[in-house]
């Protein structure tokens, strides 16, 4: 379980600077930050595995270009649930493979819906029949599928 | 579109997910994908020029790193999308920025060192635009795991 109470050092920050960008494609991909850190690179792995296992970072892994390799229809669900309905309908609805993301967020007054869920897949038919699928098992009606139709900007988050 | 074979495939869904912690990466890898080290550095090089491979690396997550994200969806007139869209992207601190069919056209992600910030950027966006936003953070996580399953 992660512990809330351990905080990042100064090295894990310089570590996560050094491999926000990626790390290269090679035999050895840990040794040029080993170098710059100091420390060995069993040290520098062994750290990646406690950052991950303390919650800084979610996964150490590929962002992957999903729309390179065809899965080019990603939806935004939105849907208006009723408030004392969110927590039972949130849990059905990260059930579903297709669903990569769900979170509920607020409502205002010329926007109702307040659980909204990604899906992503190969076509936008797909993803109509996700959100029918949702629709169905949650009895929840009244939703938007928001498509995007142009990608301005995405870099992960970072430090 | 690039072509992939079933390597490739394996390959993408192994990365995601399962990509091993250790010295050497790749060589562990290999020896699970069947091919040797070479081959696996080649193809990812590939991929990675093809655009189906961003980066490999950590995925932070912020609001335990001491930060703070929200989502914002911002009203944008037809005419002026493209003018807009590059006025958000000028933020360093706008992570994701999409184009949508809806009135609410222009959705985009924020993360920020605190609280304070967050809402100076989100000021700063709605002065330097003129158009109307909600502001979206999230208030229950019920889940958060892109990973693509590569068919």
Same mark, same amino acid.
């Given at each position: 379980?992660?512990?809330?109470?351990?905080?990042?050092?100064?090295?894990?920050?310089?570590?996560?600077?050094?491999?926000?960008?990626?790390?290269?494609?090679?035999?050895?991909?840990?040794?040029?930050?080993?170098?710059?850190?100091?420390?060995?690179?069993?040290?520098?792995?062994?750290?990646?595995?406690?950052?991950?296992?303390?919650?800084?970072?979610?996964?150490?892994?590929?962002?992957?270009?999903?729309? @390179?390799?065809? #899965?080019?229809?990603?939806?935004?669900? &939105?849907?208006?649930?009723?408030?004392?309905? *969110?927590? +039972?309908?949130?849990?059905?609805?990260?059930?579903?493979?297709?669903?990569?993301?769900?979170?509920?967020?607020?409502?205002?007054?010329?926007?109702?819906?307040?659980?909204?869920?990604?899906?992503?897949?190969?076509?936008?038919?797909?993803?109509?029949?996700? @959100?029918?699928? #949702?629709?169905?098992?949650?009895?929840? &009606?009244?939703?938007?599928?928001?498509?995007? *139709?142009? +990608?301005?900007?995405?870099?992960?988050?970072?430090? | 579109?690039?072509?992939?074979?079933?390597?490739?495939?394996?390959?993408?869904?192994?990365?995601?997910?399962?990509?091993?912690?250790?010295?050497?990466?790749?060589?562990?890898?290999?020896?699970?994908?069947?091919?040797?080290?070479?081959?696996?550095?080649?193809?990812?090089?590939?991929?990675?020029?093809?655009?189906?491979?961003?980066?490999?690396?950590?995925?932070?997550?912020?609001?335990?790193?001491?930060?703070?994200?929200?989502?914002?969806?911002?009203?944008?007139?037809?005419?002026?999308?493209?003018?807009?869209?590059?006025?958000?992207?000028?933020?360093?601190?706008?992570?994701?920025?999409?184009?949508?069919?809806?009135?609410?056209?222009?959705?985009?992600?924020?993360?920020?060192?605190?609280?304070?910030?967050?809402?100076?950027?989100?000021?700063?966006?709605?002065?330097?635009?003129?158009?109307?936003?909600?502001?979206?953070?999230?208030?229950?996580?019920?889940?958060?795991?892109?990973?693509?399953?590569?068919?």
């Amino acid at each position: 379980m992660s512990n809330d109470n351990v905080v990042m050092d100064e090295a894990d920050t310089r570590l996560l600077k050094l491999t926000q960008d990626g790390i290269p494609f090679v035999h050895s991909p840990f040794a040029m930050i080993s170098e710059e850190l100091g420390m060995t690179e069993e040290e520098v792995v062994h750290r990646i595995e406690q950052l991950q296992k303390n919650g800084f970072i979610r996964r150490f892994g590929a962002s992957i270009g999903h729309r @390179a390799i065809g #899965i080019t229809a990603n939806a935004m669900c &939105t849907w208006n649930v009723p408030d004392e309905r *969110v927590e +039972e309908v949130g849990a059905v609805m990260a059930g579903f493979t297709e669903v990569t993301h769900c979170y509920e967020r607020p409502r205002y007054p010329d926007w109702p819906y307040n659980l909204f869920t990604m899906v992503h897949s190969y076509t936008r038919k797909d993803c109509e029949y996700v @959100a029918q699928e #949702i629709s169905r098992a949650t009895g929840i &009606t009244d939703y938007k599928l928001l498509y995007s *139709v142009r +990608e301005f900007k995405k870099t992960g988050v970072r430090l | 579109m690039i072509q992939l074979d079933d390597i490739d495939k394996n390959i993408l869904n192994l990365i995601q997910l399962d990509f091993p912690l250790d010295v050497h990466p790749f060589e562990k890898m290999s020896f699970q994908l069947g091919i040797s080290e070479e081959e696996l550095l080649e193809r990812m090089d590939r991929l990675k020029e093809e655009g189906a491979v961003r980066r490999i690396g950590p995925v932070i997550n912020t609001k335990r790193v001491g930060g703070i994200s929200t989502l914002v969806a911002l009203k944008a007139p037809g005419s002026k999308i493209d003018e807009i869209a590059e006025l958000i992207n000028q933020h360093q601190e706008v992570s994701h920025n999409y184009l949508r069919q809806a009135d609410y056209n222009i959705w985009f992600t924020v993360s920020a060192a605190n609280k304070e910030r967050l809402e100076q950027i989100i000021n700063d966006l709605q002065e330097e635009t003129g158009c109307p936003l909600i502001d979206l953070p999230t208030k229950r996580l019920f889940k958060i795991g892109v990973k693509f399953d590569v068919k």
